[in-house]
């Protein structure tokens, strides 16, 4: 039986489809299929997580899978070995193990009589990194990727370190690992859930520990980075991301890099799935997926291999704000390539300023408090998280300012800052924001990037500085799609500390600057060049809801001690799902705190909470880390405690100290 292209078909969702490894591991998957599919079988959609798609991501799958199901599609969300309602353990994130699991659940799929052999891979962040990391494992059947909010350089361009600077991110999501990861399965589909989640959290490692012993770029790192060879994904690639993301680098690189058929979008997004993201404008990312999907998985000529190479939304530059729901701005096309061939305005840093030519001779020691202003890492809970006024932080910063524009100025592409420099330490750091003032003074931040000046030359083999002596560095700012309206002027501020973004150095340094340079990548528009089709999904999952969701964040100074502290809350809700039954919820608070003028006061503290709830069954599990250091260790400790019935049933800590390497 052939069904039209346009015909919707009816499906069926299936819960828990044992997956099993070779090793014997059963791993467990939701799916969502045509209900004729034996009949007439169709392609695979492969979604591979450790975030429980029982409970965790199950508000994002219902608004996503039954759409390509009932277009055609068997889609299969399937909870990673040692997380959800799979059997085993997890050892760490992108572990030769897990893409060895992805890739037997890619053949176990092209195998089943309901399946055509065609397989398709998408995913956001995790899912979005394993896919490209599968696709570079070249499995026969999957012939086409969507890759959403990914990496493909794990140390410059991940959650743990930017720049060679180790990034506050790498203990705050660490904490919401040994968090996630301590949930057990749902007991209603696993009789021995509880020999199960104890197991689990026997063998929960704490995270942060690993990571943060891999301080250089070396083999760590280099696993699991499609950069190490982009040559070896052969499958067809749709990247996209969003420039209110940490990852907004990728897709311009991918479209670049990859030999394999490649397109890249990116919009004004935080870290979420287009079809329902803040800030507006969303687009019909569904749609856009279908097109993709159908070309390379079923053969139809949809047009896709003819789209522009790059749609990227050139954002208006507006005022501050700690929240956008909607950002105005315009769809720009680049029919071949990203940016790279853009042409480009050269600004010196002088005493004057920004602009033409001049002597420079500027130093500058910040405040540890300097970056306060800077926001989120990774906005994604969809609270107060961008940065603020950057006005605060540029009064602690060089600031070299332009003048004031004639005309509107369209950014696009990767700013690049060249930078003679010395510091009187032989540690240090520096942080580049290229901000928007406004004819009031407010201070938009467009972009930035920070640097470990001992990484100066490497990130695989750093060396210290000499105190003093002056050397130069280059250092790329992130991609973004900007315009800067006429009458307003652009700002580089530069700092030497960017906390809580990043951990400070041992010492206290000032940074003495005698020559500079940025390169403005320009592309002018003048109106939309591409339209999407309007959002669409379908319908929402059907909960109760117990506790709202909320999030808060706010920076306090104690008056005493003079350190000031950044807190953040987060509560996730208590919800009941409908049509399954269990009830979940959890919070979050994170503290870091600082004194402005000691790098060792630094401290970072997380403590999580999980619940989850089923008939008579109520499960909860409480994780806290906390990380300081001095000037030639890092300090770590965590606990997680879990409790069954309000009764402690399982706890462990751990301590760790570990060498500071040029860090």
Known sequence: MTHPSNALREIEDLPDIGIHMPDGCRLSARVWRPVDAQDDPVPAILEFLPYRKRDGTATRDALTHPWFAKRGYACIRVDMRGNGDSEGLMEDEYTQQELDDAVSTIRWLAD???CTGQVGMMGISWGGFNSLQVAAMQPEALKAIITLCSTADRYADDIHYKGGCLLNENLGWGATMWSY???APDPALRPNWRELWLDRLENEPFLPSVWLR???RDAYWQH?????DFGAIRAATLAVGGWGDAYKNTVPLLVEQLDAPAKGIVGPWVHKYPHFAIPEPRIGFLQEALRWWDHWLKGRNTGVDQDPDYRAYLMDGVRPQRWYTERPGRWIAEEKGATTHLPVQTLALTEDGLGASGALDARIRSPHTCGMEGGEYCAIWLG??????QRGDDALSACFDGAVLSDDLDIVGAPRLRLRVSADKPQAQIAVRLNHVHPDGASTRITYGVLNLSHRDSHATPSA?????PFEIELDLDHIAYRVPKGHHLRVAISSAYWPL???SPEATELHMTNGEIDIPLRPSSGDEWVFEPADSETPRDVDTLRADSNKRRVETDMNT????LIIEDDFGLITDKHHGPTHGGTATEKWSIHPEDPLSARGQCVWTQEMRRDDIHLRTVTTCEMWSDINTFYLKAKLTAYEEGTEVFSKETEDSIPREQM
């Open 214 to 216: 891999h301080q250089t």
């Open 224 to 228: 699991g980075s499609v950069c190490e």
């Open 181 to 183: 990861s301590s949930r």
């Open 562 to 565: 003079g350190e000031t502290h």
């Open 465 to 469: 500085l000499t105190p003093n002596v």
């Open 112 to 114: 089943q009589p309901w």
């Open 384 to 389: 107060p998280d961008m940065p603020g006024d």
């Open 502 to 504: 990043i951990w400070p």
